[in-house]
């Protein structure tokens, strides 16, 4: 094995740790927003990241980057609005400077659900990160994860 082998080897582990600290994360708090709030993990991120928009210049985000923010593609992300607006917690309206423009806020329905669902994603996300700090192969993601956070860091 060469030196180049062995650095991708130990990239591809670290990658494959890095999956599994997500995938056991993400089930976790899946499990608990479902159960509370019947709410899917997708579901608490848009209502969250929609509900950070504000009405000053770029406060307001198009389908593309909300996509980006919760990382799936823009049809998805269209479904997954067109599922939440359904259930009165999410309201779209066209931009009044651009009538091309559609935009989405968060009901007044969607915040009270995204309160009181923050508190279980965050609780879940605690206790999934207790959990896999107590594996070897994934304490030293934990603590980068932690130090990151409290670094004030993103």
């Known amino acids: 094995m060469t030196v180049t082998d062995s650095?991708?080897?130990a990239l591809s582990q670290g990658w494959c740790a890095l999956s599994l600290l997500h995938g056991r994360i993400e089930t976790h708090i899946e499990r608990a927003l479902q159960g509370g709030h019947d709410l899917s993990v997708r579901e608490y991120s848009?209502?969250?990241v929609l509900s950070r928009q504000h009405s000053g210049v770029g406060g307001h985000l198009r389908m593309q980057q909300v996509a980006e923010s919760v990382v799936l593609s823009q049809s998805a992300t269209t479904r997954l609005v067109s599922r939440l607006e359904d259930r009165g917690l999410?309201?779209?309206y066209i931009c009044d400077t651009d009538r091309r423009g559609i935009y989405?806020?968060?009901s007044e329905a969607?915040?009270?659900?995204?309160a009181a669902a923050r508190p279980t994603n965050d609780a879940a996300l605690r206790e999934a990160l207790d959990e896999a700090a107590r594996d070897p192969k994934l304490a030293p993601l934990v603590a980068a994860v932690e130090n990151t956070h409290h670094d004030g860091r993103a």
């Open 7 to 9: 650095a991708t080897t």
């Open 46 to 48: 848009l209502l969250d």
């Open 90 to 92: 999410l309201n779209r």
């Open 104 to 106: 989405t806020d968060v």
């Open 110 to 114: 969607g915040l009270a659900l995204l």
